[in-house]
């Protein structure tokens, strides 16, 4: 388990002064760091087809972007290539305790872990990434130059890769094993391999105002919800036809405002949207399932249970003192006499006996603990 060390700073005082506003270097944010997982462990996930993966590389001085599965590495030589793996917390433990120490932000706004593995030279070039990043340096080392907000031009190197200007950097460091790097949305970088490096960059991403309608449209339409029509009894004699008078425009503005104020139905779309993954899961289901009362007998004799990597359960304040919350996109009702479980569930990678005993008595949760179980969401400790 990694300590995030902070230091001469509080992460109260970095989410007032640091998060989202300016850059910041962390000289051994994390102490005698080791890899968590291996180039060689790394280069195997890339050879899976549910895995995202991308190798980025210079021929004949030009950038060049190929994504995976990969099979070989031999053909881009000793110098100046990366290779990227997104969502490498879903495969791995080791990664996934990566994100543990940031716990201070809410797991709804995590990302996931990605990582590279870069020869020397290597790198995806000056580019701006639009979420909050934490770079933590692994073995090897980079270097690291980040340039200040600004009106930056940014073209397509290659039609995979966005890349920026040249800018005046702000930091210019090297980076060695245990450093970190945090870089917020709008900020300009661009790392350069000194020796074989790996890197694990744990990025934090926000939704736009367009993602959340086009969920609040999704929902309606796949619950048939908002269906009501426009009504406007006694309206007065029109005379210009083609206008949409105030009277009118605040009409459909009330009939739109009236979707917004339903709490209980935007809690739905944002649980739903929010939990759901944008890349796979390692769902690992069992050959031998168990039926309910059998977990039941396991979770009592001081079982554990685990969330496997990169799965998002999350509730919302508006509904859950009814026992409401959302897993992988499912929105789960165990009544108010189950509203005490949802922080459990929701708060904990860990599920202990302890923490699970007063609820296992309930119908409805032992039944979705089993279901989970069975299908990989959830594993018992060994």
Same mark, same amino acid.
């Given at each position: 388990? $990694?300590?995030?060390?902070?230091?001469?700073?509080? %992460?109260?005082?970095?989410?007032?002064?640091?998060?989202?506003?300016?850059?910041?270097?962390?000289?051994?944010?994390?102490?005698?760091? #080791? &890899?968590?997982?291996?180039?060689?462990?790394?280069?195997?996930?890339?050879?899976?087809?549910?895995?995202?993966?991308?190798?980025?590389?210079? *021929?004949?001085?030009?950038?060049?972007?190929?994504?995976?599965?990969? #099979?070989?590495?031999?053909?881009?030589?000793?110098?100046?290539?990366?290779?990227?793996?997104?969502? =490498?917390?879903?495969?791995?433990?080791?990664?996934?305790?990566?994100?543990?120490?940031?716990?201070?932000?809410? !797991?709804?706004?995590?990302?996931?872990?990605?990582?590279?593995?870069?020869?020397?030279? /290597?790198?995806?070039?000056?580019?701006? &990434? *639009?979420?909050?990043?934490?770079?933590?340096?692994?073995?090897? !080392?980079?270097?690291?130059?980040?340039?200040?907000?600004?009106?930056? *031009?940014?073209?397509?190197?290659?039609?995979?890769?966005? $890349?920026?200007?040249?800018?005046?950097?702000?930091? #210019?460091?090297?980076?060695?094993?245990?450093?970190?790097?945090?870089?917020? %949305?709008?900020? %300009?970088?661009? /790392?350069?391999?000194?020796?074989?490096?790996?890197?694990?960059?744990?990025?934090?991403?926000?939704?736009? =105002?367009?993602?959340?309608?086009?969920?609040?449209?999704?929902?309606?339409?796949? !619950?048939?919800?908002?269906?009501?029509?426009?009504?406007?009894?006694?309206?007065?004699?029109?005379?210009?036809?083609?206008?949409?008078?105030?009277?009118?425009?605040?009409?459909?503005?009330?009939?739109?405002?009236?979707?917004?104020?339903?709490?209980?139905?935007?809690?739905?779309?944002?649980?739903?949207?929010?939990?759901?993954? !944008?890349?796979? @899961?390692?769902?690992?289901?069992?050959?031998?399932?168990?039926?309910?009362?059998?977990?039941?007998?396991? @979770?009592?004799?001081? /079982?554990?249970?685990?969330?496997?990597?990169?799965?998002?359960?999350?509730?919302?304040?508006?509904?859950?003192?009814? /026992?409401?919350?959302?897993?992988?996109?499912?929105?789960?009702?165990?009544?108010?006499?189950?509203?005490?479980?949802?922080?459990?569930?929701? #708060?904990?990678?860990?599920?202990?006996?302890?923490?699970?005993?007063?609820?296992?008595?309930?119908?409805?949760?032992?039944?979705?603990?089993?279901?989970?179980?069975?299908?990989?969401?959830?594993?018992?400790?060994?």
């Amino acid at each position: 388990m $990694h300590t995030l060390h902070l230091p001469g700073i509080t %992460p109260e005082h970095f989410l007032q002064h640091y998060w989202q506003r300016q850059p910041l270097l962390i000289r051994q944010g994390f102490r005698q760091f #080791d &890899d968590p997982i291996s180039p060689d462990e790394l280069a195997g996930l890339a050879c899976e087809e549910q895995v995202e993966s991308r190798l980025v590389y210079r *021929r004949d001085g030009r950038w060049q972007a190929e994504t995976g599965p990969f #099979d070989s590495y031999e053909h881009l030589g000793e110098r100046a290539w990366c290779l990227i793996v997104q969502a =490498a917390n879903h495969w791995s433990p080791e990664v996934q305790a990566l994100v543990e120490p940031f716990s201070f932000l809410p !797991k709804w706004r995590l990302d996931d872990v990605m990582i590279s593995y870069s020869t020397t030279d /290597g790198g995806v070039g000056p580019h701006i &990434d *639009r979420y909050d990043v934490f770079i933590c340096q692994g073995s090897g !080392k980079r270097r690291w130059r980040v340039g200040a907000r600004g009106n930056h *031009r940014e073209f397509a190197a290659h039609e995979a890769l966005l $890349h920026t200007d040249p800018f005046e950097p702000i930091i #210019d460091e090297v980076l060695e094993a245990g450093d970190i790097l945090y870089i917020p %949305p709008g900020f %300009p970088h661009d /790392g350069v391999t000194l020796e074989h490096a790996m890197s694990f960059s744990v990025g934090f991403r926000a939704r736009s =105002a367009c993602d959340m309608f086009s969920a609040l449209a999704d929902h309606l339409i796949d !619950k048939e919800l908002g269906n009501e029509l426009l009504a406007d009894p006694g309206r007065p004699l029109h005379t210009q036809q083609g206008r949409i008078d105030g009277a009118d425009f605040a009409r459909i503005r009330a009939q739109l405002q009236a979707v917004l104020d339903d709490e209980a139905l935007l809690a739905d779309v944002a649980g739903g949207y929010l939990s759901r993954n !944008k890349c796979q @899961l390692d769902l690992q289901a069992l050959e031998s399932p168990y039926d309910e009362r059998e977990l039941a007998e396991a @979770l009592a004799n001081d /079982g554990t249970l685990l969330r496997t990597g990169g799965l998002r359960c999350f509730y919302v304040d508006a509904t859950a003192g009814q /026992g409401v919350c959302y897993v992988d996109g499912e929105r789960l009702d165990f009544g108010p006499e189950g509203a005490g479980f949802v922080p459990v569930l929701c #708060d904990h990678e860990r599920l202990d006996a302890a923490s699970l005993a007063p609820w296992l008595s309930q119908p409805a949760i032992l039944a979705a603990l089993t279901r989970w179980v069975n299908a990989g969401y959830w594993y018992l400790a060994e």
